[in-house]
């Protein structure tokens, strides 16, 4: 994790590399651990037709930006009502699972139904969650309370 640097970003250009899932499956996974009786979730909106698609990538600039998105009027695209959906159900859902990703279910996961979404290699390594996590706390001076014996799921 490098903050505030170009080039932090996946392929797809707008995500960042996928740190916010990796670190909602390590929550999820904490929580599992420790019987805490919380439900990390993850969501994204897919192609939602907002202003950030063009104010977005202008903030803090003095000229507007433009985006390719813009330019790509052919790409599926829904409005917000549905768009909201994905993040809803992750917060709401009965059915929602513990380290579960949720999003669009159409065309390349821009637009559609809420369906479960594609999680990363990289969010699926244990190894680099609990990296992440550790870096995270690095940089924020943040920690979770330290587990006791006390405070895992009773038998």
Not at 36 to 42: A, C, D, K, R
Not at 99 to 115: D, E, K, Q, V
């Amino acid at each position: 994790m490098r903050p505030g640097r170009p080039g932090d970003h996946d392929r797809r250009g707008g995500e960042p590399s996928g740190a916010d899932l990796i670190l909602t499956r390590q929550l999820a996974a904490i929580a599992a651990e420790r019987g805490w009786n919380l439900l990390s979730t993850g969501a994204h909106p897919g192609y939602t037709v907002t202003n950030l698609q063009t104010a977005g990538a202008s903030l803090g600039r003095d000229k507007p930006k433009r985006s390719l998105l813009n330019a790509l009027d052919f790409l599926p695209k829904q409005q917000v009502e549905q768009g909201t959906e994905p993040l809803l159900y992750a917060a709401t859902s009965p059915d929602a699972v513990a380290g579960g990703y949720y999003g669009p279910g159409g065309r390349f996961g821009l637009a559609g139904p809420t369906a479960t979404a594609r999680v990363t290699r990289r969010a699926l390594d244990p190894g680099t969650n609990t990296r992440l996590w550790s870096e995270a706390e690095q940089l924020t001076g943040v920690a979770l309370p330290v587990a006791t014996a006390g405070s895992g799921p009773t038998a």
